[in-house]
C-alpha cells in the first residue's frame, strides 16, 4: 500500500523538479522539526505557550501517523490513516495562521517556511487519499 503512495509522492516531485528527489517520511520528519523550532520561537506568553503546545502535537503527528500507515492491516486502514494525518496538517495550518495574525514571533521566515511545506504535505496527502480510494474500488 505505502508503495503508490511512495510512487505517485515521486512522480509529483519529478515532475516539479527533476534534480530532487525526496523520501516522504523524511519529509515528514523534517517537517516535525519546523514545528518544534517554530514552537520554541513563540513569544512567552500565555497564548504563545498555549498555541506552542498545540502546534508540537498537531505538526509532530504526521510524521508519527505516516509510520503508523505503512503497517496498515488493510487498505481502508490506510486510508483511514492518511485521513488521519491529512487532519493533523489541517490543524496545524490553522495554528500557523493564528501565529501569523496574532504576531506570536518573530520569526516569520520560520512561520513562511512551514506554511508552504504544510500546504505542500496537504496537496501530496490529498492526492494519495484520493489514489487510495480509486485502487480500493478496484
Known sequence: MIE????????????????????????????????????ENLNNTRAGNHISGQIIRSGTSPALNYGEAQSAESRNDFIHKLKVL???????????????RGSLTKKIDLLDK????????????????????????K
Open 4 to 39: 503508490f503512495l511512495t510512487r505517485n509522492y515521486e512522480l509529483l516531485i519529478m515532475n516539479e523538479n527533476k534534480s530532487k528527489k525526496f523520501d516522504l517520511e523524511d519529509r515528514l520528519i523534517d517537517f516535525a522539526v519546523l514545528m518544534i523550532d517554530i514552537s
Open 86 to 100: 491529512l487532519k493533523e496538517l489541517r490543524e496545524t495550518l490553522v495554528a500557523l495562521k493564528i501565529i501569523k
Open 114 to 137: 512551514g506554511t508552504i511545506e504544510c500546504n505542500e504535505l496537504i496537496s501530496i496527502f490529498v492526492k494519495s487519499i484520493e489514489t487510495a480510494r480509486k485502487n480500493n474500488e
